[in-house]
């Protein structure tokens, strides 16, 4: 039997963590050991896993960093202590359900990498699911359970993940993966602890340039919180200075790997990156706009990274399309208005409005998500 290793890092995830255990402690036939690394949690999240591990989850380690160091450093320390063959990252306020047979089917079939689509859901301060939307990351609906993806598709996701980052987002997170440590080890493959954002992204693309088999699940697999844990990194990236520098690095990696496959003139790497860029620095700002406008240090982040959007004019470069968030393309084109984008107020109020007509639509059409 293929043997797992679950790697969860938690701070202050007392709320969340419960239901995650018990998602993932009840795989015993595939997980050989759930592994916790806590980052100094100043809540109960310790004495909760100590109590489900006492009752739930015998194989469940429980390791603590001596002092705050984020979830890539936790991480970073869960590989190293972990003894099975493959790696499983999960996040302390999202949950699992695995096929069993379906994945150790395609272990044995040698793959290096699987991956599969996942669920966005939202859930009232009760605990109840409030909303479940499926994230398809852009994959065509197959009726094949597993299927294997070329290098010449790879390179095409790759080339549309850089125009449209928010749908064809596959190889965006490192959670609900599983992973070969002998590649991850072999290669001596970390995450970046000095990264504020894409660290899972870097942490992918440096592993997938290992891999020779790439295996797709037909049906996600994991469930990804929107609103559980107000600590989670991505909910706050985004608010520091290097996220132009953090962008242009990812952005150079993938370039990297599409031009292994495809070729690209200058004009069309140009485009590729400009418009990843202008994506990711969009949601970054719409996300620095819930910020208090008090916030002194927020504003000037906010208006660093506006400047930086005018200066290289990415308004100009972004690659419109039906299937990208119709938020940020609004969000773009009042970036492109350089007489209302010098009040810094307005910004925020026509963000907070664009934001709340958006989520009405939503609901008018039936979507919750």
């Known amino acids: 039997m293929f043997q797992l290793s679950v790697i969860i890092p938690t701070w202050n995830s007392e709320k969340t963590i ?24 100043t809540d109960k999240t310790v004495q909760k896993v100590k109590a489900f591990a006492e009752i739930g989850c015998p194989k469940l380690i429980i390791l603590k960093n001596e002092a705050r160091e984020g979830p890539s450093y936790s991480r970073n320390v869960g590989i190293k202590n972990s003894k099975s063959p493959y790696i499983m990252f999960v ?9 069993v047979d379906l994945i150790v089917e395609s272990l044995r079939n040698g793959t290096d990498y699987l991956a599969s689509s996942h669920y966005q859901i939202h859930t009232k301060s009760s605990g ?24 010449k598709c790879f390179s095409e996701y790759l080339s549309n993940y850089l125009k449209m980052p928010r749908k ?27 990264m504020f954002q894409l660290e899972d992204v870097l942490f992918n693309l440096e592993y997938l340039k290992y891999c020779s088999s790439i295996q797709i699940l037909a049906f996600p697999t994991y469930y990804h919180s929107q609103n559980d844990n107000p600590n989670r990194l991505s909910v706050i990236a985004g608010i520091d200075l290097r996220t132009v520098k953090d962008c242009v690095l990812i952005s150079n990696k993938c370039l990297a790997l599409i031009k292994k496959s495809q070729r690209l003139d200058k004009l069309s790497m140009e485009i590729l990156q400009k418009s990843f860029l202008a994506s990711k620095i969009s949601s970054y700002i719409i996300r620095l706009s819930k910020i208090s406008i008090d916030d002194v240090v927020a504003r000037k982040r906010s208006v660093a990274l506006i400047s930086y959007y005018r200066s290289e004019r990415l308004y100009k470069n972004f690659i419109k399309a039906s299937d990208e968030s119709i938020l940020i393309q609004l969000i773009i084109r009042y970036l492109g208005n350089i007489y209302l984008i010098r009040n810094y107020s307005k910004l925020r109020t026509y963000i907070n409005k664009v934001r709340i007509n958006f989520k009405l639509i939503n609901l008018q059409n039936g979507n919750n998500g």
């Open 168 to 194: 064809y987002c596959l190889f965006e997170h490192c959670w609900g993966k599983i992973y070969k440590k002998e590649v991850i080890t072999k290669n001596n493959i970390i995450f970046n602890t000095h």
């Open 91 to 99: 996040d302390s306020d999202d949950y699992i359900y695995l096929d």
């Open 128 to 151: 109840e699911i409030n909303s479940r939307r499926l994230n398809d990351c852009g994959l065509e609906v197959s009726k094949v359970k597993t299927h294997s993806m070329t290098s």
């Open 18 to 41: 419960e239901r995650c255990l018990a998602s993932v402690c009840s795989y015993t036939n595939i997980v050989s050991e759930v592994i916790i690394v806590d980052d100094c949690s």
